[in-house]
């Protein structure tokens, strides 16, 4: 059966302009290319997973404008129950993102909708995340009903996988609700506040709120990881990356699918944490071969074939 995954949360329309360089303060650069795609990271992650084969169910906040109506079509598209997609009177979120010819990029979001998102649209859809085999969530919606998801989730006994992105500091109520954090490096400092080594505190806030397992994606460098109080480097495929966003959502979703796929986290061990891992730092590097955030998102067949060489 496929596993099902529940993905609370954000979805913004991405304005993407590529140029040469990225403009300095004050600086006006010439784009040599736009392009306008679907994202936001749930709804990226929620078809990171559609692709690698789960059955996802969307809850989320868009506009009553054209943008809320091209997600709706979009994520069906894919395949994802948007049931749980919910439209109000503020404009669908949106997206500015600045990519240069390195795959630099800076990103600017307008939330909108997103965060007219209440704790109580959240439990009108408690059946949803209730019933799921894991949850996945991130903090571009409120908080407040980011945490009202995990308690569902939690009571549940359904998996929280939590990308505490974009970086902001989490209270240590909702960090006991989650069983897999993933954070990016700079996610990594904001989460933690003053740090002198980001593993060391990780570890030690894994430790204290017990989280299964913990995530610091470095990009181009992989990622770091700590299970079970064993830390492991999980290294990057070699591609050739032309746009790094998304990369991180497909690592999300990808690593949520193959814990499902696996059972949960129950007896997770370092070595099956790390061929989890591994698959998803596949899925990420795939996912900065194409460009858009979307567009990118690889299906199961190319991250088996980068991952395991078939
Ligand atoms: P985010 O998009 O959240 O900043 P990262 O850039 O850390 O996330 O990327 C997530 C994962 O995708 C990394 O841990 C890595 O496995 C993979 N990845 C990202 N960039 C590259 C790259 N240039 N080459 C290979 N893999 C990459």
Redo the contacts with the bound molecule.
């Keep these: 059966m496929a596993p099902r995954i529940t993905v609370v949360g954000s979805l913004n329309m991405d304005h993407v302009l590529r140029a040469t360089s990225l403009p300095r303060e004050g600086e006006t650069v010439a784009a040599t290319r736009f392009d306008r795609f679907p994202g936001g990271k749930g709804a990226n992650q929620a078809v990171g997973c559609a692709r690698l084969g789960s059955e996802v169910r969307f809850v989320g906040m868009v506009g009553q404008d054209d943008y809320g109506r091209r997600f709706r079509e979009a994520l069906n598209s894919e395949g994802i129950d948007t049931s749980g997609l919910l439209a109000c009177d503020h404009p669908t979120g949106v997206g500015l993102i600045t990519l240069d010819a390195q ?1 630099r990029s800076t990103i600017v979001v307008a939330l909108g909708a997103n965060l007219a998102l209440t704790p109580a649209h959240v439990r009108e859809h408690t059946a949803a995340i209730a019933s799921a085999d894991g949850l996945i969530l991130q903090l571009e919606i409120p908080m407040d009903s980011v945490a009202e998801a995990a308690h569902i989730a939690h009571g549940a006994g359904v998996p929280v996988v939590l990308n505490a ?1 974009p970086g902001s500091i989490v209270p240590d109520d909702l960090l006991d609700l989650v069983d897999v954090l993933v954070v ?4 990594a400092m904001v989460l933690l506040g003053a740090t002198e080594d980001p593993c060391v505190d990780l570890t030690q806030l894994g430790r204290a709120h017990r989280i299964d397992l913990i995530v610091m ?4 460098h ?2 770091w990881i700590s299970q079970a109080d064993e830390a492991q480097d ?1 290294p ?4 050739d ?1 032309i746009d ?8 999300v979703g990808a690593l949520t699918c193959a814990l499902v796929r696996r059972g949960g986290l129950k007896g997770l061990t370092p070595a099956a944490a790390r061929d989890a891992c591994l698959w ?2 596949a ?3 795939l ?2 071969t194409i460009a858009g955030a979307i567009p990118s998102l690889p299906r199961a067949a190319a991250v088996d074939q980068l991952a395991l060489g078939r």
Aim: proline share 3%; no cysteine.
């Design positions: 795959a992105a990016n490096e700079h996610e994606t470095r990009g181009e992989g990622a999980i990057a495929f070699r591609v990356a790094p966003v998304g990369a991180g959502d497909a690592f998803a730092s899925a990420g590097a996912a900065t």
